[in-house]
Every structure is written in C-alpha cells, then in structure tokens.
C-alpha cells in the first residue's frame, strides 16, 4: 500500500468529512485522466466539421465592411447582391433620372404642339396673290382686322400667282380675316382660308442685331425663282439698271432644288423699293420673284489660313 493510500485511509479513519474530500479528489483525476487519453486520440491537422444548416446561415461578425452574399436576392424582387446598397442606389437614381428626362421631353414636345397648334389658329392662308402685291401692302390690309405678327409671302414658280401666310396676335383677327376673302389687291381677288400650317420663324441668328443692320435690311430684298443659269453678275446688272446701284449681293442655290435665291442689298433705300416692282420680270428664262427681305447681308468673314 502506497503511503497517499495509508494517509488518505488514516484521514478516512479520522473524520467523515475528509473522506468525502478526499473521494471527489480522486474522482476529479479520474475525470481528468480520460480527458487527456482522448485528446491524445485526435489529428492535430483535422479541420473543423461544421454542418450543413450551420453553414447556410450568414455570420456577420466577421468584419463591419465585409458584404453578406444572400442566395435570395438573386432574381428576387429588389435583385443584385445584398450588402452593395450602393449598387442599388445607382440603378434606382439612373432609372429615375431616365423618368424625369422623359417626362420632361414630353412636357417640352406637348409644350411645343400646344404652341404651334395655337399659331396655327392665329394664321390665315392668302392666295391668288398678284405679284405686284408687297408684304407691307398686304399687312396694312390686313391690319384692319386685328394687330399682325407676321406677314409672309411665298412665289410660286409654275405661276404668276403668288401666295401668303398672316399670322395675328389672337384668334379673332384671324376669323375676321376670312372675311376678307374677294378683296381686290392689285388686279385679283384673294382667297383667304384657315391656314393648315404656322409660319416658320426666321432663325434669330440671322435677324438684325444692330441699328445699322437694322438700316441694311431696309435696303435688302429676297429674291426667289432665279434660273439656275444665271450668274451673280447678271442679277447684279439686272437690278443696277433697273433700280439703282447694289452695295452686297449674295446669290444661293443647292443641287436640291430647280432654282436659286438671292439676297440684294442696294446703296439706297429707294432702289430696295423700286426693286419690289421688279417681282415678276424676267431674269434669266423664270421670272424672278421679288420680297422685303427679313434678315440683312452680313458680310463674309476672311477665312484665316494657316501655314
């Protein structure tokens, strides 16, 4: 018998109480004992085992920024990947934007109709127009119906007769206008009607910006129907001795279209006036249509060349 034995069988002989501590003692080594044999058991290199349901749950402790990837967000009503809000965020915002700016390009376009349909109401087709008739001539006839915006005549080349749009400020100057129709303006009657179509503004670039282009345009016309084998030279010798002597002259034409235009700009402000008469003479194999022109002749800007 070991000495610890003997001691521990003499307390047990001594007291109650020490052998009751000294049984939990050797109960506590036992314990201790079959702990250390089965740790000894294992594989130190052993992963892990973690199961199945424990995996599929998301742990977020793992870092304050990390992203959580959910299975469910994947083609589910809000869609993209859980932890990226801003992702989301960018997607909405590009979505909304793209509603405000189409909403926005249907309030201007509906703003525009609604504008051009009300122009619409306010203008008066003219026809049967005698070329010796002047946009001045006819607004002042007009007038009387009510304060005219606009006054546009148009040459049509396949007849002698021209045509014309007059746009009022309100309505009622336009249905007053309709009674106009019969009146004798030069040698014929004209036809006033609805017009169908608003007249189409001059571009505000070309309008003038000054006090002296303002003075050039009222010795400017705008000459249409011009034959296109007709060249600057003999539109400028045409209207030089006819109404006086031309300052500026700009000659326009395209491969689009049969005939050419030209803007003429006389030293004087009579010889623009005498031009008027000229509307319906024969320049060329046409006869030139003559108008007030609206914008004046600017001059061409000296092309600067490089080396």
């Known amino acids: 018998v070991s000495k610890a034995t003997a001691r521990m069988a003499a307390v047990a002989e001594g007291s109650p109480a020490a052998s009751a501590a000294a049984a939990k003692e050797a109960e506590y080594r036992k314990d201790v004992q079959k702990l250390v044999d089965l740790l000894s058991k294992l594989n130190p290199a052993a992963k892990e085992f973690v199961p199945s349901s424990a995996a599929a749950t998301p742990r977020k402790g793992l870092s304050?920024?990390?992203?959580?990837?959910?299975?469910?967000?994947?083609?589910?009503?809000?869609?993209?990947?859980?932890?990226?809000?801003?992702?989301?965020?960018?997607?909405?915002?590009?979505?909304?934007?793209?509603?405000?700016?189409?909403?926005?390009?249907?309030?201007?376009?509906?703003?525009?109709?609604?504008?051009?349909?009300?122009?619409?109401?306010?203008?008066?087709?003219?026809?049967?127009?005698?070329?010796t008739v002047t946009e001045e001539r006819l607004a002042e006839t007009f007038a009387n119906c009510g304060q005219v915006v606009d006054c546009r005549i148009c040459g049509d080349?396949?007849?002698?007769?021209?045509?014309?749009?007059?746009?009022?400020?309100?309505?009622?100057?336009?249905?007053?206008?309709?009674?106009?129709?019969?009146?004798?303006?030069?040698?014929?009657p004209v036809r006033?009607?609805?017009?169908?179509?608003?007249?189409?503004?001059?571009?505000?670039?070309?309008?003038?910006?000054?006090?002296?282009?303002?003075?050039?345009?009222i010795r400017t016309v705008y000459c249409t129907n011009i034959d296109k084998k007709v060249t600057q030279l003999d539109v400028k010798s045409f209207f030089?001795?006819?109404?006086?002597?031309?300052?500026?002259?700009?000659?326009?034409?395209?491969?689009?279209?049969?005939?050419?235009?030209?803007?003429?700009?006389?030293?004087?402000a009579e010889g623009a006036i005498?031009?008027?008469?000229?509307?319906?003479?024969?320049?060329?194999?046409?006869?030139?249509?003559v108008s007030p022109s609206k914008t004046p002749v600017k001059p061409r800007l000296n092309r600067v060349v490089s080396n």
Do not use: W
């Open 64 to 131: 304050a920024d990390a992203p959580v990837f959910y299975y469910g967000s994947i083609g589910g009503r809000n869609g993209g990947i859980a932890g990226y809000p801003g992702r989301r965020n960018f997607v909405d915002n590009e979505r909304r934007n793209v509603y405000i700016n189409h909403g926005r390009r249907r309030t201007n376009e509906r703003a525009r109709r609604a504008d051009r349909e009300e122009s619409i109401r306010r203008t008066v087709y003219v026809s049967e127009l005698d070329h």
């Open 157 to 188: 080349p396949h007849s002698v007769m021209r045509f014309a749009f007059i746009e009022f400020s309100g309505e009622e100057g336009a249905r007053a206008a309709l009674n106009l129709g019969g009146t004798m303006l030069g040698f014929y």
């Open 240 to 268: 030089e001795e006819l109404c006086g002597e031309v300052s500026r002259l700009r000659l326009l034409g395209d491969n689009v279209h049969s005939t050419r235009i030209a803007f003429v700009e006389f030293v004087n």
């Open 274 to 289: 005498q031009a008027l008469n000229c509307s319906g003479m024969i320049l060329g194999t046409l006869p030139v249509r």
């Open 192 to 217: 006033v009607l609805p017009s169908k179509t608003a007249i189409l503004p001059v571009n505000p670039k070309f309008l003038p910006a000054t006090e002296d282009e303002k003075e050039m345009v």
